[in-house]
C-alpha cells in the first residue's frame, strides 16, 4: 500500500511535470518583434537550452524577426536518458551529470542566487530549466595554441555561479560579461610560455557540481637558444638572492587580478616604428654550457636612449623604479591580470597611481639594470606567465 502511494505520488508529480500542448510532435514559431530566446521559451514551457539546441543557437543574436524556430517536445526529452557526451555546435562537451544531479545543481543556483541579491529575472529561468535532461554549459575554446601564445575560453551557463578551471597545471582567473539571452558568459585568458611542453592538454572548468573540459593542443613555436656566456666581472649583478628577492616581489604583482580588462583595442606598440628588434619573444637561455631552463620574456628594440616609450593600452601604473636587474621599471596594470612591462629605461615620468591612456608617455628607452646597450624591453604577464606580446598588437582579447 505504502508502495502504491509512492508510485501514485511519483506519477501526479510525473504528470504535473508535463507541459500543457495540446499537439504532438514539434510545433515551429515565427519570431515577433519584442521576443527573447528567454520569452518563447517561456511561452512554449520549454527549457532555454533545449529550444537554443533544437534550432542551432549557438549565438543569441541569431534570433532574428521573422526567423521561424522549432518548438521541441519538452516531455520527450524529459523522458529521455541523459547523454554522457553531446555535440553541441560542432563541439563536444562532455558533462559528467545526471538529470537529478543537473536538477540539483540548478535548484543549488537558485538558492545561492537568492542570498546573493541575483536579479530576479535569473530565478525563473533557472526554475524552469531545473529539469533539464543535462546542464547548459557551453565552453568555447580553441582547438590548439602555439607555445608562448594567449588563448581565451569562454562559458556560458544557465548558472550564476563564476567557474573555476585549471590549464596546465594552472588555475584560471574568469571574469564575468554579464547576462546574455543564453545564460551568463564568463572567460578566461589561456597564456602558454615558450618552455611549455607541446602535446594534448585538458583544460577543466568546473561551476558549481558540473565538470566540462576540453583538449588543446599545444603547438611547438619556432624560438632559437641562445648560448650566453657570462663574463666574470657581470657576475656580481646575478647575485641568486638579489636575483630572487626581486623575481618573487614580481611576480607576487603579475598574479594579482584588479578587475575587468581596461582595453578595447589591440594594443598599440609602445615606441616609433622603424627600430629593429634585437631579441624576439621566447628566445631560448643556456647559461655558460647549461640546460635551457629560461627564456627571453620578452621582446627587444633596438632604439637609442632617449626614444619616449608609449603606452601600448590603457591601464594603471603599478610600479615606476629602478630595479637591480631590470633597471629602470613601469609596470602597467591593465586589468584582468594582465601587465605591461617595460625595463632598462633611462627615465620614468609615471609613478605609481597613475591613470594612463594609450599614447600616454612613461618614460624613456636607455641602458640601465643588466643590460649591454640601449634598448626597450617590452614583456606582457598574463595571470603570471610571460607571452608573445606581439600577438597582443594584432589581435583583441578576450
Ligand atoms: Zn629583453
New binding site residues.
Given amino acids: 500500500m505504502r508502495r502504491f502511494l509512492l508510485l501514485s505520488l511519483l506519477l501526479a508529480l510525473a504528470l504535473r511535470a508535463a507541459p500543457a500542448r495540446a499537439q504532438e510532435g514539434p510545433v515551429e514559431y515565427t519570431v515577433q518583434p519584442g521576443d527573447t530566446l528567454l520569452l518563447i521559451a517561456q511561452r512554449f514551457d520549454v527549457p532555454i537550452s533545449l529550444l537554443a539546441q533544437a534550432n542551432d543557437l549557438t549565438d543569441p543574436n541569431l534570433i532574428q524577426v521573422g526567423r521561424t524556430l522549432v518548438i521541441p517536445d519538452a516531455a520527450q526529452a524529459r523522458n529521455a536518458t541523459a547523454p554522457v557526451s553531446t555535440v553541441w555546435g560542432g563541439e563536444r562537451l562532455r558533462l559528467l551529470m545526471d538529470v537529478s544531479q543537473a536538477a540539483r545543481a540548478h535548484l543549488e543556483a537558485f538558492g545561492l542566487g537568492a542570498a546573493s541579491g541575483l536579479p530576479g529575472r535569473a530565478m525563473p529561468l533557472l526554475m524552469r530549466d531545473a529539469h533539464l535532461p543535462q546542464p547548459f554549459i557551453r565552453l568555447d575554446a580553441p582547438d590548439a595554441i602555439v607555445q608562448g601564445e594567449t588563448g581565451v575560453v569562454w562559458i556560458t551557463s544557465l548558472a550564476p555561479f563564476t567557474p573555476t578551471g585549471a590549464f596546465q597545471g594552472r588555475k584560471l582567473v574568469f571574469i564575468g560579461d554579464g547576462p546574455s539571452l543564453l545564460g551568463y558568459r564568463f572567460f578566461a585568458l589561456l597564456p602558454t610560455g615558450a618552455l611549455d611542453k607541446p602535446g594534448l592538454k585538458k583544460l577543466m572548468v568546473h561551476i558549481g557540481p558540473a565538470t566540462t573540459e576540453k583538449n588543446i593542443e599545444i603547438e611547438a613555436g619556432v624560438y632559437e637558444t641562445q648560448h650566453i656566456v657570462l663574463p666574470p666581472g657581470k657576475g656580481g649583478l646575478l647575485e641568486p638572492d638579489k636575483l630572487k628577492a626581486e623575481r618573487e616581489r614580481l611576480y607576487a604583482l603579475w598574479r594579482q587580478v584588479s578587475g575587468p580588462p581596461r582595453w578595447a583595442r589591440p594594443f598599440r606598440f609602445p615606441i616609433a616604428e622603424g627600430f629593429p628588434r634585437t631579441?624576439p619573444y621566447g628566445t631560448r637561455r643556456s647559461y655558460n654550457g647549461g640546460p635551457v631552463s629560461s627564456f627571453?620574456a620578452?621582446?627587444?628594440w633596438g632604439a637609442p636612449e632617449g626614444t619616449p616609450i608609449l603606452a601600448p593600452a590603457p591601464g594603471v601604473i603599478v610600479l615606476a623604479e629602478p630595479l637591480f636587474v631590470r633597471g629602470g621599471a613601469v609596470i602597467i596594470d591593465h586589468g584582468a591580470g594582465v601587465y605591461s612591462n617595460f625595463?632598462h629605461m633611462s627615465q620614468i615620468d609615471v609613478k605609481p597611481g597613475d591613470e594612463v591612456r594609450t599614447g600616454d608617455q612613461l618614460g624613456l628607452v636607455g641602458t640601465t639594470g643588466l643590460s649591454t646597450g640601449a634598448?626597450l624591453?617590452w614583456?606582457i604577464r598574463v595571470n603570471a606567465v610571460a607571452v608573445d606580446p606581439m600577438q597582443w598588437t594584432e589581435e583583441t582579447f578576450p
Avoid: C
Fill in positions: 631579441s627571453h620578452g621582446s627587444d625595463w634598448h624591453h614583456e
